[in-house]
């Protein structure tokens, strides 16, 4: 049952559903009513249709329904679906790692319908953003004492990770796009984080244009590398932070989409003075990354993560 309740914050498809057994589902129902009603009061047409699904099954398997979980689906018949560029609350449940006794929640509020067909990419979370994040708090020796700052933030999914679940020090936000960075006050509330804390920074930072701020000791970055175009002022903005501090440590997390992007990267990276492994991949998120507590398509490519230094 955790694994479908992870599974519906995140609002994974109803079809990726039918993986718990119909017993489980008629011995749980009451958690599952809790659960379907509060996510209704975000998505009353995904937990419809969910419930739809889920009573279908039942009634297949001739289990008996309970009441007050029928009336409840009753009660939502009329829901219309979210557009693509309607906002809602999706909540992220990171598996604990062995040493922490919890997951790590992190909630987010975007359009996880749109594409980048709209106007901007950053409204909603993509796949690398989930792995990256995953990756940092399975390894907890880098970040603490750090100053952190995540490129290209979109939705802040990783600085969020590192600044609720890591002994970072400082998290800077930056994005291009100032109207993300303003977005992000509802985000910031659910997460119970005030833009007024000095732990955290929020800041336009436009690649080959605008510095990195002095004291920054790891820069990581999701899904930042898909446009071939702008990978030569990302390296830019990269090759100048390495010369404020030879120190600096880069993470970036790639998803595979496209080859012929990618070998940009790759390329550009060694004509340059930048050392660089990847230290982290998965060739089908979808199988490799069950146990992580993040749901991946079955469409997901791979996914890497680069370490540069100088």
């Known amino acids: 049952m955790d694994s479908l309740i992870r599974k519906i914050r995140q609002r994974v498809p109803v ?10 589902l008629a011995l749980n129902t009451q958690r599952l009513l809790r659960e379907c009603e509060l996510i209704a009061n975000r998505n009353p047409y995904y937990i419809l249709t969910f419930l739809k699904s889920a009573i279908k099954r039942l009634e297949q398997d001739n289990c008996e329904l309970d009441d007050e979980l029928f009336e409840f689906f009753s009660e939502l018949l009329g829901a219309k679906p979210l557009s693509p560029t309607d906002f809602e609350v999706i909540t992220y449940s990171i598996k604990a790692a062995e040493r922490v006794e919890k997951d790590s929640i992190i909630e987010i509020n975007e359009s996880p319908q749109l594409i980048s067909g709209y106007g901007t990419t950053g409204r909603r979370t993509w796949e690398a953003a989930l792995y990256l994040s995953n990756y940092l708090l399975e390894n907890p020796d880098l970040v603490p004492g750090k100053t952190v700052l995540e490129l290209g933030a979109g939705t802040g999914l990783v600085s969020l990770a590192l600044g609720k679940y890591t002994g970072a020090s400082s998290i800077v936000v930056t994005d291009g796009d100032a109207n993300l960075i303003e977005n992000l006050g509802a985000t910031l509330k659910l997460n119970n984080i005030s833009k007024d804390d000095p732990k955290w920074i929020f800041q336009s930072l436009l690649w080959g244009e605008d510095q990195v701020p002095d004291g920054v000791d790891i820069l990581v970055g999701a899904d930042i590398t898909y446009d071939s175009t702008i990978i ?13 501090n030879p120190n600096l440590v880069v993470y970036i997390s790639a998803t595979i989409r496209n080859e012929e992007t990618i070998a940009v990267w790759d390329n550009s990276i060694a004509q340059s003075d930048i050392q660089c492994s990847v230290i982290s991949y998965s060739s089908c998120p979808n199988q490799d990354l069950k146990d992580s507590g993040i749901w991946y398509s079955v469409t997901t490519p791979e996914i890497r993560i680069y370490e540069l230094r100088k």
Do not use: C, G
């Open 15 to 24: 079809k990726y559903l039918e993986d718990i057994s119909t017993a489980e």
């Open 232 to 244: 030569p002022v990302l390296l830019q903005t990269i090759t100048a932070a390495f010369l404020q």
